[in-house]
Nanobody
Framework: QVRLVESGGGQVRSGGSLRLTCTGSGFSLEDYAVLWFRQAPGKGREQVSCIASKNRASSSPDSVKGRFTISRDNTKNTLYLQMNSLKPEDTAVYYC?????????????????WGRGTQVTVSS
């Protein structure tokens, strides 16, 4: 059974750091593109970071570039999101997702598994 389980969320002050973890089971995380998304109250889901299979490429939007880093530990079948210099606008539920392919095409329809999310709250 394929599962993705996020953890590591919490409440921090502006400027603080958190590391989110997404643990996969039932499949090998390194063989697929995996992504972090977030959804703030009343807003749509936003892609935060993406890493291709075998760690061949990663990308992040300008809103988090230089502050968030995606990484993967294949020995633990785990995906991480290191978040530094957090801002109140980073407050959201953060989700990890797995693609059916090695690279993310940009189409949400190719994401076949999602975790249930972990809450991140940044206070000013």
């Amino acid at each position: 059974q394929v599962r993705l389980v996020e953890s590591g969320g919490g409440q921090v002050r502006s400027g603080g750091s958190l590391r989110l973890t997404c643990t996969g089971s039932g499949f090998s995380l390194e063989d697929y593109a995996v992504l972090w998304f977030r959804q703030a109250p009343g807003k749509g889901r936003e892609q935060v970071s993406c890493i291709a299979s075998k760690n061949r490429a990663s990308s992040s939007p300008d809103s988090v570039k230089g502050r968030f880093t995606i990484s993967r530990d294949n020995t633990k079948n785990t995906l991480y999101l290191q978040m530094n210099s957090l801002k109140p606008e980073d407050t959201a539920v953060y989700y990890c997702a797995k693609d059916v392919e090695e690279y993310f095409s940009g189409r949400l329809t190719t994401l076949n598994y999602w975790g249930r999310g972990t809450q991140v709250t940044v206070s000013s």
